[in-house]
Nanobody, 125 residues
Framework: QVQLAESGGGSVRAGGSLRLSCSFS????????LGWFRQAPGKEREGVGS????????YLADSARGRFTISQDNAKNELYLQMHSLKLEDTAMYFC??????????????????WGQGTQVTVSS
């Protein structure tokens, strides 16, 4: 069982920045994939990006590429999503998720077994 907890959400003006954090319980298996997803009201959950155990795989969806960065600190068991140049359409509940095994693309919520409760990001004009 893996437990995850997001933090760092909030309200920000368009063009601003936020950094989300996700604390995860220590893994007993070496290979795992951590991902960020988001879900806006009335929309399906979509993948934002993912990162493998040692960061060899570091993937961002088209909507995030060039503005967001995924990173991790394995010593602290933390995952991060740094978001810049935020747009109104980035408003959503953001979730971190985990799965054992390798990362791959496209990023599908159904591939991930463990989820945090989410943190809300609201971008206003």
């Amino acid at each position: 069982q893996v437990q995850l907890a997001e933090s760092g959400g909030g309200s920000v003006r368009a063009g601003g920045s936020l950094r989300l954090s996700c604390s995860f319980s220590p893994y007993t298996r070496e290979r795992r994939c951590l991902g960020w997803f988001r879900q806006a009201p009335g929309k399906e959950r979509e993948g934002v990006g993912s990162i493998s155990t040692f960061g060899v795989w570091n993937y961002l969806a088209d909507s995030a590429r060039g503005r967001f960065t995924i990173s991790q600190d394995n010593a602290k068991n933390e995952l991060y999503l740094q978001m810049h140049s935020l747009k109104l359409e980035d408003t959503a509940m953001y979730f971190c998720a985990a799965r054992f095994g390798l990362c791959d693309a496209p990023l599908r919520p159904s591939d991930f077994n463990y989820w945090g409760q989410g943190t809300q990001v609201t971008v206003s004009s």
